[in-house]
């Protein structure tokens, strides 16, 4: 693999303001061109943030937005309707309207004629396997299929019968004649055209002949007046058959392909193919569920679009392969939520606390403010009566120093609120806790208590008597290995703790809350309701990511 520049400044934009000095280019075009054959994930973003992102930065730049779309047998309009959802939450807007391989098929047959007509294809009537035998193998050249020479006049002929659905699928295909001793394996007379009697989604019964992708991909890019094809490193050898079909057929056009280094992530899967099996399989519920690292999975657990176009940044775009860690992911995610989300509590796992001292009619109104740092996202009410509940990991009968919560006999701050004092608890038949008795301090509210004492730990807590009902799943990684796309059972790498349900409460004034918002929830971490599951009657927040340091 040749080492191109690979500093974090991005040896691609360094080329293309190399060519625009140069005067080569006046104005730069990119494409993102998926395959509508599964749902973008988070490699894909990298790559809608790099396309996209050059659009954005250069003046008089554009990027097109055209779906790979030429096999018809795995591809589907929810695909196609889910990647154009996601390209638009991530912040981007591609240039005029959405494009297609297909949309070019009419053009791309009348090129494939052009190069039968130079000599420069032929109609093969080799079925797989003997295709297999004459293409050799990376020690072995290849041998001439004994159709190669046949007529101009006849390859035409059987060509256009292709098209007219006179042959079987596998019978006959139409090949490239290039060179089959050619070392890259790739130019040894590729199949450029197959027959296939299948439905496509865009352009219905019209044909029952296909152009493969390496044909299809660089007059497709050549049509639109792409300037730079960009596309992962596996591409690299392809690049000889990009360039040479161009070179072949009457087009003007010669984008220039560059490649670049995949997005692997630790934990996670980055491939379509991978993913779509968890959902065979059930070990997901679908495409968003929100521990995929598909764009509408993570959407849906609550990652900030800017989230992933930070993360993108900071990744960088280089010809190194390599594994990025999912802390770092993580802390793009919570550098945003730190700054834009308000503060609110949930108790997932309560308790009752009962405040002895605290008259049994009486309710109040509390304020909080719903940043710490941020007045300007203001503040919201909270009530407050004689029984609350807290989360039983906050409190205990004993414990030493380091544990800065609720210990019998002891006084910890309830957020927003009081100070108290716990003076005695009981417990069920198993020895759990079931209440915590206090008492509280009605000269500790607010910010300064009057009496100026010094209480160190404080815990979040919810009204018993006004609040909400709420579900929440807890989301951790899905695997537990590095690399689960390595393991040869994918169900042995699976984390069985990717999603911990449990049900709690939270604030009153949450009820109507708007899905995929994001909240911290002080001291749990930041959660937004789920845009599928959560209803007023049945809140279901979704835990977005744990806090950096709980406690
Ligand atoms: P998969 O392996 O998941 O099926 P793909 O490469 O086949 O992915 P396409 O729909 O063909 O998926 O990809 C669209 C674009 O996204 C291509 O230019 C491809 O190179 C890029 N892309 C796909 N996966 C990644 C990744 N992990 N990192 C960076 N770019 C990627
Ligand atoms: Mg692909």
């Known amino acids: 693999m040749t080492q191109v520049d690979t500093s974090p400044s991005n040896f691609i934009r360094n080329i293309i303001d190399n060519d625009l000095k140069t005067g080569k280019h006046q104005m730069i075009q990119t494409r993102f061109p998926p395959e509508p054959n599964g749902y973008l994930h988070i490699g894909h973003a990298k790559s809608i943030c790099l396309n996209f992102g050059i659009a954005e930065d250069y003046p008089n730049a554009l990027c097109n937005l055209r779906f790979d779309d030429t096999n018809p047998l795995k591809e589907d309009v929810d695909y196609v309707r889910a990647i154009k959802e996601d390209v638009l939450w991530l912040g981007f807007k591609w240039n005029g309207n959405v494009r297609y391989s297909s949309d070019y098929f009419e053009r791309l047959y009348a090129y494939a004629v052009e190069l039968i007509e130079n000599g420069k294809a032929y109609v093969c009537e080799l079925d797989a396997e003997q295709t297999r035998e004459y293409r050799g193998t990376l020690t072995k050249p290849g041998k001439n299929s004994p159709f190669r020479e046949r007529s ?26 290039i060179d089959m001793t050619s070392p890259n394996m790739k130019m040894r007379d590729p199949v450029i055209y197959r027959i296939r009697f299948a439905h496509h989604h865009q352009t219905g019964d019209k044909w029952c002949i296909y152009p493969m992708y390496d044909f299809t991909h660089c007059i497709s890019d050549a049509i639109e007046g792409i300037t730079h094809s960009l596309c992962t490193l596996e591409f690299e050898d392809h690049r000889p058959l990009y360039d040479w079909v161009l070179a072949n057929i009457s087009i003007e056009c010669k984008p220039r392909q560059i490649e670049f280094s995949r997005l692997n992530l630790q934990y996670t899967l980055t491939s379509k193919r991978k993913l779509s099996a968890l959902i ?60 834009k989300s308000p503060r609110a509590m949930a108790v997932l796992d309560p308790i009752k606390v009962i405040i002895t001292n605290y008259d049994v009619d009486k309710n109040e109104t509390l304020m909080a403010p719903n940043h710490p740092k941020d007045e300007s996202m203001g503040t919201r009410s909270l009530p407050f009566s004689r029984e609350l509940y807290i989360d039983r990991a906050d409190f205990k009968e004993s414990a030493n120093k380091k544990y800065k919560r609720l210990v019998l006999d002891k006084e910890v701050r309830l957020r927003n609120a009081y100070v108290i004092r716990a003076h005695d608890f009981t417990t069920d038949a198993e020895g ?44 951790d990684r899905l695997f537990l290995i590095d690399n689960p796309a390595s393991s040869e059972n994918i169900k042995d790498a699976l ?16 009820l109507h809350v708007e899905a995929e918002k994001a ?13 599928k599951d959560s209803t007023a009657e049945h809140l279901v927040f979704n835990r977005t990511v744990a806090l950096r340091a709980a406690f």
């Not at 206090?438 to 919810?462: E, F, M, S």
């Not at 703790?497 to 409460?505: E, K, Y």
């Not at 909240?519 to 845009?531: I, L, M, N, V």
Request: overall charge neutral.
């Open 152 to 177: 101009v006049a006849q390859s035409l002929d059987l060509f256009a019968r292709m098209r007219a659905g006179e042959f079987a699928e596998g019978s006959m295909m139409l090949r490239a004649k």
């Open 280 to 339: 065979d399989e059930n070990i997901v519920t679908g495409w968003n569920d929100p521990r995929m690292p598909t764009i509408s999975g993570m959407r849906r657990r609550g990652y900030p679009a800017a989230s992933l176009r930070e993360f993108s940044k900071r990744i960088g775009i280089t010809k190194q392969e390599n594994t990025v860690e999912l802390a770092s992911l993580e802390s793009c995610v919570r550098e945003i939520l730190e700054e």
């Open 432 to 475: 759990n806790i079931t209440q915590v008795m206090c008492t509280y301090d009605a000269q500790t509210l607010g910010k300064n208590p009057l009496d100026g004492r010094k209480v160190k730990g404080v815990i979040h807590w919810i009204d018993a008597k006004n609040n909400n009902k709420a579900e929440f799943r807890v989301y």
């Open 495 to 510: 984390n069985p703790d990717s999603l911990v349900t449990v049900h709690g409460f939270v604030e009153a004034g949450l």
């Open 519 to 531: 909240y911290q929830f002080e001291r749990e971490g930041y959660f937004c309701a789920d845009s």
